[in-house]
């Protein structure tokens, strides 16, 4: 897991991926070679061997901690294969604990909800 790097926060449905909506590409997309200061997780580590490497986008193209970003990374982490389910529950407390911090989300509702 690694530590995404932002500059503020955004409450945006669409990302700044050409006004697609979030939910409609997979794990928020990317305009270009992928900036893995914008993911929390990397199969090769920090820094990535490849941009393929990257899961769990969370920070958008404007450099904004992205709350639909959020939640679509944690639907990702719902479906990642080869992901036993201790490090998933760490991710997802991350993910959790990014919302309620930065976005007010209740956490007794994220923590009850499955994300789906």
Sequence with gaps: MHEPRWRGTA?????AVNGVRVEEIEDGGA??????AHYLLSRSGFPPDDDADLELRVVD??????????????????E???????P????DDRL????TTHFDEGERQLRGATPQ
């Design 88 to 91: 998933k529950a760490v991710l």
């Design 31 to 36: 305009t270009g070679p992928a900036d893995p």
């Design 11 to 15: 409450d945006s449905d669409v990302n």
């Design 61 to 78: 193209d404007a450099s904004n901690l992205n709350r639909e970003l959020l939640y679509a990374a944690r639907r990702r982490l719902a």
């Design 80 to 86: 990642l294969p080869g992901l036993d389910p201790a």
């Design 96 to 99: 959790v604990e990014l919302l």
